[in-house]
Structure formats: structure tokens, C-alpha cells
């Protein structure tokens, strides 16, 4: 995606690509976000709500944000669930219609403890990411944690004794610190003449600046070309949809507001890894080398009134296997179902959309308010080594730009005693 504007907090990090969340700029996040800790003394489990550092947006606006070393839970834990929205000043849920929660991803990092204070000084490897276990080409798709418009009624919560784990010191290299960063891409609609289009990215509804196509590059790092129509790198920072004439609109100060649940970490826990599957997925091979070369989003074009859907197909060798434990998709408006399925044709886990009907957030109508999540008896079904899964992302067969597929699945390599 084409740069953020400058800003003197701007780091160069080398290991955050343009591919990786669709921004090319990184804002040091001064340590100023809020939180509460709630606890409940009869459970193990822990729940801590956060507050991003907050942003302005106005009508037709677009945010593309990177907030840095963001409020996580200290310490050797077990990451149980990872939720979040968009929240206006006073901590009031924002309704889509107003303000579209393109997607929040929570990315993994470490950082050299000793690093220069002065960006000119930084070396290249003050800064790693700690990407999940999905096979994605580069820095695409790196994420633990992460949602879009269906955030709020999708749940992540993992069942136990399985979670996530984090901050174990046998894992963190020497002089190395692990920090967390939020990326958050929200799309002000307000005003907007093409509502459904802007939500969509669509390029001829941005006041794009002129040499856009000449500075832009594509997943590839290659220049983009007039032939891109939507997606991610039409939804710059700072671009606008473009609005309806003598529509009048307040700005207002926006937040990601996310709650974390864990535990600390002990012999009871039983991790899991995370896997993030791509319906774009282009698998290669080079002799006996796997090459991925996932694109994240897509078009699906004019399709002069067919009636069928429309399927993107993945077909994607797992290196290495386990326990399917947890499963559901990020998808977008229009969204029929995605489907998982193994070598042998069987369904693993069938992700449907929940459509709003109301006014209220979280059941806007029209809008995608949530995904169904797949919950297989531990032990049930097992992925194996070298196993080639099936993603089909499916969706209603128009115009539309900038759609994604993205099968979150969690794997567990071995199950506790009582399986």
C-alpha cells in the first residue's frame, strides 16, 4: 500500500512490509493507552479492557493507523481470547453505517532493548516480527488476532485447556523484548456517495492524488496498474471517499477499544498454534519447495447477471499438523459461507455470516455483524503432516473489489491426558 503521510514519529522498520497490513509507515505509539483490569478472584482466568490511542476521522475519511507497543498482558501466559471495536470519545460502540471497521490485526514483535533512541542508528535487526504459523508469502497476513465489521459478534474465545502462548523468555532472544502492535484500517462513510462502494475501496470513488499509479506499489513491491479497480491500497491514510455535495459532518476522535482474557501460564495449559489460510493462495513448487503467494484480497468482476456464486480456491499443504481445535474466517459484505476442507474431500469446519437487521450497533442491517466459529471435539479431527487443505471462500456472484478469504485455524500438536 502507498505510504502514510510523514510524521515525526515515523520508524523505519524493515520488518513490517507494505504487504504485511497495507501501510508503509509505523507511528511510534507513545506508552499513553488506557486500560482496566477486572478480575474475578474465584477463576484463573483474567480480562483486561484496553484503549488504542485514538485518531481523527471526519465524513468520507480514511484511517490507516500502526500503534506500537500497545497494553498487553505481562508476563508467561495463555491467550484465551483477543476481542475488539471502534469506540467514539465517550466509549460509545460506533454503528457501521457511521464509521466501517475495515479490519484490526494484532501483530507480534521484538525489540532490542538497547536500540538507539535515534531512528539513524537503528540497525536492521533492532526489530523482528514474530509472525503466526501460517504459510503466507513474506509479511502478508502475520497476524494472531484479527477481525473486521463481523469483530464484534465473532467470537474468539478458545475452550480449555487450550491457549495461546506468550512471553515465554526460552523464546525471546537475549537483549530482546516482545511487544505487541495494533494496525487498524476504518473507513468513515458518512456523506459518502457511494456508501457500499467506499467500503469496498473502490479507487474511482477516492480522490486519489494524481501520480497515485505511478508511486503505488502492488503485494509484489511491482508498480500498481490502472487495471487495480479496489482493495486495500485505494483505502490509504488520509485519503477521502468522495461525498455528497453540501453534506455537512463533525469530526470526532476514534479509538480500538479491545478486551483481552488469559492465564498464567502453568503445566495444566496446552498451547495452540495459530494458522491464517489464504482463498488466494497461488501454491507453487520449485522442485520439492513450496512457494506460497498469497494476494489477501481480490475482485470478483461484472458477471452479466449470472445467478451462481462466486468461489475463490486455495489449495494449501500443511507442513506441519495437529488437533483442530478453533475455527472461523474474516470475510467481507456479500459473503455466503467458507468452507475448510481436508485432503480427502470431508468438511473441516463451515464458516457462515450473520447479517444485521436493526439500527443498534452490533446488528446494523445489511452489514456482516458476525461469522459462525467451529468448535470440534478435542481430538476429533486431526490435520496431518504434509496434509493438503482446501480453502473456499464464497460470495455472491457481483461487482465487488477488495473482498478477502482469510480460515483462522487453530491447532493444538498434542491433547491432555483426559483425550
Request: net charge neutral; hydrophobic share 30%; aromatic share 10%.
Amino acid at each position: 500500500m502507498a505510504n502514510l503521510l510523514p510524521s515525526s514519529h515515523e520508524v523505519d522498520m524493515k520488518f513490517l512490509s507494505t504487504t504485511i497490513i497495507f501501510s508503509l509507515s509505523i507511528l511510534l505509539l507513545l506508552p499513553n493507552t488506557s486500560y482496566s483490569l477486572h478480575q474475578n478472584p474465584k477463576n484463573r482466568i483474567k480480562t483486561a479492557t484496553f484503549l488504542s490511542e485514538s485518531f481523527e476521522m471526519g465524513p468520507g475519511s480514511i484511517a490507516a493507523k500502526t500503534f506500537l507497543n500497545i497494553e498487553f498482558p505481562e508476563g508467561h501466559v495463555g491467550v484465551k481470547s483477543f476481542d475488539a471495536e471502534l469506540v467514539d470519545e465517550e466509549g460509545n460502540s460506533i454503528p457501521l453505517y457511521e464509521t466501517y471497521l475495515h479490519h484490526w490485526f494484532a501483530i507480534k514483535y521484538i525489540e532490542n532493548i538497547t536500540m538507539s533512541h535515534d531512528p539513524k542508528l537503528r540497525r536492521t535487526d533492532d526489530f523482528a516480527m514474530e509472525r503466526n504459523e501460517g504459510m503466507c508469502n513474506e509479511n502478508i497476513l502475520p497476524h494472531y488476532w484479527g477481525f473486521g465489521v463481523e469483530s464484534r459478534g465473532t467470537t474468539s474465545h478458545i475452550p480449555d485447556p487450550f491457549a495461546i502462548e506468550q512471553g515465554n523468555r526460552i523464546n525471546i532472544p537475549k537483549g530482546y523484548k516482545e511487544k505487541w502492535l495494533l494496525n487498524v484500517m476504518a473507513i468513515d462513510t458518512r456523506g459518502a456517495q457511494d456508501k457500499k462502494g467506499c467500503t469496498e475501496c473502490r479507487c474511482d470513488l477516492m480522490n486519489l492524488p494524481k501520480d497515485f499509479y505511478n508511486v503505488t506499489l502492488d503485494v509484489h513491491n511491482q508498480p500498481l496498474t490502472t487495471n487495480y479497480k479496489g482493495g486495500i491500497f485505494c483505502c490509504q491514510d488520509n485519503l477521502q471517499c468522495k461525498q455528497r455535495d453540501g453534506f455537512q459532518g463533525s469530526k470526532r476522535k476514534v479509538s480500538l477499544r479491545y478486551k483481552i482474557s488469559w492465564v498464567h501460564w502453568n503445566k495444566h495449559q496446552v498451547p495452540v498454534k495459530v494458522y491464517i489460510l489464504d482463498s488466494t493462495d497461488r501454491v507453487r513448487s520449485n522442485g520439492s519447495q513450496i512457494i506460497h503467494d498469497c494476494q489477501a484480497e481480490y475482485t470478483i468482476p461484472t458477471n452479466g447477471g449470472d445467478d451462481s456464486l462466486h468461489v475463490q480456491k486455495a489449495n494449501i499443504p500443511m507442513k506441519k499438523g495437529g488437533y483442530l481445535i478453533y475455527g472461523t474466517t474474516h470475510m467481507h459484505s456479500g459473503v455466503v459461507n467458507a468452507t475448510l476442507y481436508r485432503q480427502n474431500g470431508e468438511t473441516l469446519c463451515t464458516s457462515t455470516p450473520k447479517y444485521g437487521t436493526g439500527d443498534e450497533p452490533g446488528n446494523e442491517k445489511h452489514y456482516v455483524v458476525g461469522m459462525s466459529v467451529c468448535y470440534p471435539q478435542p481430538g476429533s479431527i486431526k490435520v496431518h503432516d504434509g496434509e493438503i487443505l482446501t480453502v473456499e471462500s464464497r460470495y455472491k456472484n457481483e461487482f465487488r473489489t477488495g473482498v478477502m478469504g482469510h480460515f483462522y485455524i487453530y491447532l493444538a500438536e498434542e491433547l491432555p491426558q483426559q483425550y
